[in-house]
């Protein structure tokens, strides 16, 4: 278990489809993140989960958006009826809760998504 | 949302040159934190100053914060091409999501 492993790296979808995405964590960390980046921006914050508790979701995190993590392990996060302005990348980070304030995150390699 | 800015947006310099990218926020934070991005790849993390810090040292990697300001600062020294990437300043929250919220970045490239 090396890092924070995320699939696929590319997704190309016609504007409508549904698409979804796996995000497997460090096997202890208990705290995984979802975030979205456009390009030239900052990564922004969409969900996060404990175990397999979802506790936060931001408002960019429209009905269409839905993330599990079933047994607190993986997650995924899927889109229905995707649109072109959900083209971006999709990081997953995670971390132990009490590490938190100490150590940084640790990112994936993300999951670029086009919606043509 | 974009916990502020980061200045510059965009910094070119010389292999051996000093980078240097300020960053402010908003809010009262736990701990902030700098991470790097290559293009098109995920994010690393750089370094991590806590609220009652004032500067921090890595490598070649200097880190200053003031929280009466709500701005930080990262120095990189004797920068080489390998550190042209995409810098991004996040801090995190007092709560206890302890999410990150990043800044919009600075694109350095370093000049061989």
């Known amino acids: 278990d090396t890092g924070v492993s995320q699939n696929p790296r590319h997704k190309i979808t016609k504007r409508g489809q549904n698409v979804t995405f796996r995000c497997d964590p460090i096997s202890e960390h208990n705290r995984l993140y979802w975030y979205r980046q456009t390009l030239g921006q900052g990564p922004e914050f969409l969900t996060y989960f404990q175990n397999e508790a979802q506790l936060e979701k931001s408002r960019l995190l429209s009905d269409r958006f839905s993330a599990e993590r079933p047994k607190g392990s993986f997650s995924t996060l899927e889109i229905q009826r995707t649109e072109q302005g959900d083209s971006a990348m999709y990081l997953c980070?995670?971390?132990?809760?009490?590490?938190?304030?100490?150590?940084?995150?640790?990112f994936g390699s993300g999951t670029r998504l086009t919606v043509v | 949302s974009q916990q502020g800015e980061e200045d510059p947006q965009a910094l070119s310099i010389q292999e051996g040159e000093n980078a240097t990218m300020n960053c402010s926020y908003k809010?009262?934070?736990?701990?902030l934190q700098w991470y790097r991005q290559n293009s098109g790849r995920g994010l690393v993390h750089l370094i991590l100053?806590?609220?009652?810090?004032r500067e921090k040292h890595s490598g070649r990697l200097r880190v200053t914060l003031d929280t009466s300001k709500k701005s930080s600062s990262l120095l990189i020294t004797a920068s080489r091409a390998a550190d042209t990437a995409s810098y991004f300043c996040?801090?995190?929250?007092?709560?206890?999501?302890?999410?990150?919220?990043f800044g919009s970045g600075t694109r350095l490239l370093v000049r061989p």
């Open positions: 980070a995670s971390s132990l809760m009490a590490a938190a304030v100490n150590y940084g995150y640790t």
């Open positions: 100053i806590r609220s009652n810090e």
């Open positions: 809010t009262s934070i736990n701990n």
């Open positions: 996040a801090t995190v929250s007092m709560d206890s999501s302890y999410k990150l919220i």
